[in-house]
């Protein structure tokens, strides 16, 4: 098939998902009308880049026309020079299509939480978990997005043994950070390092979609809920009341604890955010699998224990795993300067789907 008639099949599709939108049956379905709504979006821009094809077709073939026919020679030399202006635009209008006819992932667009907890490395593993936090905060300021900690446990020494967050805002936030999951390490001289030895440590990265209710049927008699009085440092008693939510989903048994606010109710609610996205993650794993195979791009969300980074600091480098990449820029990056990193993905990612022939199907 062609681009021209694939374009004209998605200009179709687009015109029909249009006139379901108004159908009053649709309306009172909102999971329906939801999903149609985001594929009417998604293929408008489509659509809008398919006239803008067209009609540069149209007009070589109406300046190739004019060059045969027309009688008159300066006619027909500014018809020249306007057909070689227009074969100039196909090639980059061809790939800016292709490019947009890669089939996104359909949560790319969505909120997003994520989860970094140290790993191997004691007490240093919660200095670099601490660190990447730090550095995903000052990278989501600087793009506006909303940031909402759930659940965060110190390490001793500073830094974290965990913390959870959701992250918010109108970009495509899962799309961006996913590339993000996966095992973090880092080569380093601790402080608490006599000898000036460098130690290797790592924090995890988990990137999940922020779900709907809708997404995922979470039935209420799969679900065990306890609750227990929320602790401190030390194990010290912060809240007397029993207001510390645990969910164990027993089918999966997945468990979600949650302590962070004083309202049993607020708790509950946060917990019950996090089980549905890691329900959802179950689901989804098995796309994530598949594609992992044949994507060393998407190696981060298919296999969350893979190492798809390392910071050295010695070197003033930071070295993407995946596709490669080093970069001699370590302290702009752990400042929030992710986006050369996330870029690169996105084009190794979007190369290897081209090369297998990847594209929106209607």
């Known amino acids: 098939m062609d681009l021209l008639q694939r374009l004209q099949e998605i200009n179709t599709r687009w015109e029909d998902v249009g006139e379901q939108l108004t159908s009053p049956d649709i309306m009172t379905d909102m999971k329906r009308y939801t999903q149609l709504n985001k594929e009417y979006k998604g293929l408008g821009e489509i659509t809008e880049m398919y006239r803008k094809y067209r009609d540069l077709l149209s007009n070589i073939d109406t300046s190739k026309k004019i060059i045969s026919e027309e009688k008159d020679p300066e006619f027909r030399e500014m018809a020249k020079a306007e057909l070689d202006d227009f074969l100039a635009q196909v090639d980059p209008m061809e790939e800016e299509i292709k490019l947009m006819l890669v089939p996104e992932d359909p949560m790319d667009d969505r909120n997003a939480i994520i989860e970094i907890r140290a790993g191997s490395g004691g007490d240093e593993a919660s200095l670099f978990a601490g660190d990447l936090y730090r550095m995903y905060s000052k990278f989501f300021d600087a793009k506006g997005w909303k940031v909402e900690i759930i659940d965060m446990h110190e390490g001793t020494t500073g830094g974290f043994k965990e913390i959870i967050l959701t992250v918010s805002g109108k970009d495509k936030i899962y799309g961006r950070m996913k590339y993000e999951s996966g095992v973090h390490r880092v080569q380093r001289v601790p402080a608490t390092e ?101 994507r060393k791009t998407m190696v981060s969300t298919g296999d969350r224990s893979a190492k798809v980074r390392t910071y050295n600091y010695s070197q003033g480098r930071v070295t993407d795993h995946r596709i490669g990449l080093t970069l001699y820029d370590l302290d702009n990056i752990l400042n929030g300067s992710v986006d050369p990193l996330i870029d690169a993905l996105q084009l190794a990612e979007n190369a290897e789907k081209l090369k297998e022939g990847s594209l929106y199907e209607v």
């Open 194 to 294: 006599s000898q000036g030895r460098v130690h290797t440590s790592a924090a995890s990265v988990a990137v999940l979609p922020e779900v709907e209710d809708f997404d995922i049927e979470l039935k209420e008699s799969d679900i065990r809920k306890d609750t227990f009085c929320s602790s401190g440092p030390g194990g010290q008693s912060v809240n007397t009341t029993y207001s510390a939510i645990r969910l164990t989903h027993v089918p999966t048994g997945i468990v979600v604890s949650m302590q962070d606010e004083r309202s049993q109710i607020k708790n509950y609610d946060k917990a019950i955010k996090i089980l549905r996205s890691r329900l959802y993650e179950l689901e989804h794993q098995k796309y994530l699998d598949e594609i992992s195979t044949k």
